[in-house]
């Protein structure tokens, strides 16, 4: 798999495996989804809980551009090791998709103190090779903080009970905030003119308030989010033993090829 995401949550493998499957709640969490429907299959009333289910879903690439897909999912809640797992094959034949199929996995692995969960996956660019450069340099990378993101927004969720709702505000109110101070040192810098009305203070504040600046516009764009704001830097982004792909997957995917 060639994008990897994990977090850890304090919570219960049971209520995680919920807010993940279903549909109802996924799309209030998961930045990149706007919509996902599941399609009945004759398969389903045989084994209904192993069995692969078709879906359609839609996809938000940007606020205000969504495309749309199909694909297959399946899932295993039951495994020996006492982890979960789900797998899903997708593609998409919208014009204005960046990518044309792909395939991932999230595992569900409990420990001591609530239960690590990740997922894996790749897809492939639409567009040849200038598809796959923008993917390289803008898609991939915004694929990985769009889930990253999302995954701490699940995060505080399940461990603090904020609503995706209200950290979605949480981190826009927070956006602002940087934004506003970030502005308003730019807007200082053109003060400097005014430094020898200040009389004996002058030579002081010419030293200082570069400094202040520096100190202040680093701050704004590097501390930490607060605790209630979801971050993408909370998650990791490369797995710290090399992971193992879920059955569940090798088998969605020897069915499509």
């Known amino acids: 798999?060639?994008?990897?995401?994990?977090?850890?949550?304090?919570?219960?493998?049971?209520?995680l495996w919920t807010r993940t499957q279903d549909p109802a709640h996924r799309r209030r969490w998961d930045l990149r989804?706007?919509?996902?429907?599941?399609?009945?299959?004759?398969?389903?009333?045989?084994?209904?809980?192993?069995?692969?289910?078709?879906?359609?879903?839609?996809?938000?690439?940007?606020?205000?551009?969504?495309?749309?897909?199909?694909?297959?999912?399946?899932?295993?809640?039951?495994?020996?090791?006492?982890?979960?797992?789900?797998a899903l094959r997708f593609?998409?034949?919208?014009?204005?998709?960046?990518?044309?199929?792909?395939s991932g996995y999230w595992r569900y692995v409990p420990d001591a103190h609530g239960v690590r969960?990740?997922?894996?996956?790749?897809?492939?660019?639409?567009?040849?090779?200038?598809?796959?450069?923008?993917?390289?340099l803008l898609l991939r990378p915004l694929t990985v903080w769009a889930t990253a993101w999302s995954f701490d927004r699940l995060r505080l969720w399940l461990?603090?009970?904020?609503?995706?709702?209200?950290?979605?505000?949480?981190?826009?109110?927070?956006?602002?905030?940087?934004?506003?101070v970030l502005t308003v040192c730019v807007a200082g810098l053109g003060l400097e003119?005014?430094?020898p009305l200040l009389g004996p203070l002058a030579p002081v504040l010419a030293f200082l308030c570069p400094l202040l600046l520096v100190l202040v516009?680093?701050?704004?764009?590097?501390?930490?989010?607060?605790?209630?704001?979801?971050?993408?830097?909370?998650?990791l982004r490369s797995p710290v033993t090399q992971p193992r792909t879920p059955g569940v997957l090798r088998t969605l995917e020897r069915q499509g090829s």
């Open 33 to 86: 989804l706007a919509e996902i429907e599941y399609l009945p299959h004759p398969a389903r009333e045989i084994a209904p809980d192993t069995a692969p289910r078709p879906f359609r879903c839609t996809a938000r690439l940007l606020p205000f551009l969504t495309v749309h897909g199909t694909g297959i999912a399946a899932k295993e809640r039951e495994r020996p090791d006492g982890t979960r797992a789900s």
């Open 117 to 136: 969960f990740l997922t894996g996956y790749d897809y492939r660019p639409r567009g040849g090779t200038p598809g796959a450069l923008a993917d390289r």
């Open 1 to 15: 798999m060639g994008l990897y995401i994990e977090t850890h949550i304090r919570t219960d493998l049971d209520e």
């Open 217 to 235: 516009i680093s701050l704004a764009l590097f501390k930490s989010p607060l605790p209630g704001t979801p971050a993408a830097r909370r998650c």
């Open 193 to 195: 003119p005014m430094l």
């Open 159 to 180: 461990e603090r009970g904020i609503t995706p709702e209200r950290a979605l505000a949480n981190w826009l109110t927070e956006l602002a905030v940087r934004a506003l």
């Open 91 to 102: 593609a998409s034949a919208h014009p204005l998709s960046p990518l044309t199929e792909g």
